[in-house]
């Protein structure tokens, strides 16, 4: 899908791009058992949130973050000179891992051809540790499935999940839905920067950048009403 130039003006800046917390990261790094001198891969790392909680959390690790829009590694690269941030493909590793991480990023390929590549990527006792956004109700609002159906036509219930990371030889060790905090860890500052830069846009008539700000605040407000509906679902699981 082809982002317009305003997407990328309202996100640029933010320090994540999909829900996340400091709390849920630590619950999948000590399930994982990862070490303390672990080498953990962040698989589409974004703008590095992520990173730098992992940093915070396990100093002693050697961190590489892969993200194919090279202004996000050229974030880190500024912000986290500690890690190693490569414009690359997720889905080719570098090297071998404890962990590999990812936050978000598996939709966008299939969970199931990411998990096949990084199971190829793991040290003998790693694990792979990811979020995902599923289905929670059986009978999810109209709304929802409308929005759900343009962002992420592919996107599950938790049987199916559960079955497309076994059916890539996996064993799920531990899984929980993330909660709201961090969900608004990604929507608060995404909210914020969408009422700094719409006052300009509209004073200037710039169609496309209302109709960016109108789509995100949109996504916001269905978390807000109906987002009982789905949830992002983090899995840690090693290969079977
Ligand atoms: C929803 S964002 C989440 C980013 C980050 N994990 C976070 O929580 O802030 C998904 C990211 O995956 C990246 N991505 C998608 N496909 C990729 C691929 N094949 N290789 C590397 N990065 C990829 C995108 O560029 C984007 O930054």
């Given at each position: 899908?082809?982002l317009?130039?305003s997407?990328?003006?309202l996100?640029?800046?933010l320090?994540?791009?999909?829900?996340?917390d400091?709390?849920?990261?630590?619950w999948a790094l000590?399930?994982a058992?990862?070490?303390?001198?672990?080498r953990?891969?962040?698989?589409g790392c974004?703008?590095?949130?992520?990173?730098?909680?992992?940093s915070?959390?396990r100093?002693?690790?050697?961190?590489v973050?892969?993200?194919?829009?090279?202004?996000?590694?050229d974030?880190?690269r500024?912000?986290?000179p500690?890690?190693?941030?490569?414009?690359?493909d997720?889905?080719?590793p570098?090297?071998?891992?404890d962990?590999i991480?990812?936050?978000?990023?598996?939709?966008s390929?299939?969970?199931?051809v990411?998990?096949?590549?990084?199971?190829?990527?793991?040290?003998p006792?790693?694990a792979?540790?990811?979020?995902?956004?599923?289905?929670?109700?059986?009978?999810p609002?109209?709304?929802?499935?409308?929005f759900w159906?343009r962002?992420?036509?592919?996107?599950?219930d938790l049987?199916?999940?559960?079955?497309?990371?076994e059916?890539?030889?996996f064993?799920?060790?531990?899984?929980?839905w993330?909660g709201?905090?961090a969900?608004?860890?990604y929507?608060d500052?995404?909210?914020?920067?969408?009422?700094?830069l719409?006052?300009?846009?509209?004073?200037?008539g710039?169609a496309?950048?209302?109709?960016?700000?109108?789509?995100?605040?949109?996504?916001?407000?269905?978390?807000?009403s109906?987002?009982?509906?789905?949830?992002y679902y983090?899995?840690?699981?090693v290969p079977?």
């Amino acid at each position: 899908m082809d982002l317009p130039a305003s997407f990328f003006i309202l996100h640029s800046g933010l320090k994540r791009e999909a829900p996340g917390d400091a709390e849920s990261l630590g619950w999948a790094l000590d399930l994982a058992r990862t070490p303390a001198r672990a080498r953990i891969l962040d698989a589409g790392c974004g703008p590095g949130a992520d990173l730098a909680l992992l940093s915070d959390l396990r100093p002693g690790a050697d961190l590489v973050g892969m993200d194919l829009h090279a202004p996000f590694i050229d974030r880190i690269r500024a912000e986290q000179p500690h890690v190693t941030a490569l414009a690359a493909d997720m889905l080719v590793p570098d090297g071998q891992f404890d962990l590999i991480w990812s936050a978000g990023a598996a939709y966008s390929v299939g969970v199931e051809v990411a998990l096949a590549a990084w199971r190829a990527a793991l040290k003998p006792q790693g694990a792979v540790a990811f979020s995902d956004c599923l289905w929670r109700s059986a009978r999810p609002s109209t709304t929802a499935q409308a929005f759900w159906a343009r962002e992420y036509p592919g996107m599950c219930d938790l049987p199916g999940h559960l079955a497309k990371v076994e059916a890539t030889g996996f064993r799920v060790i531990g899984a929980r839905w993330l909660g709201d905090a961090a969900w608004q860890a990604y929507y608060d500052p995404l909210e914020a920067r969408i009422a700094t830069l719409r006052p300009k846009a509209e004073a200037e008539g710039d169609a496309e950048m209302i109709a960016v700000l109108d789509d995100n605040q949109a996504e916001i407000d269905l978390w807000r009403s109906h987002g009982a509906d789905y949830g992002y679902y983090l899995t840690v699981a090693v290969p079977a």
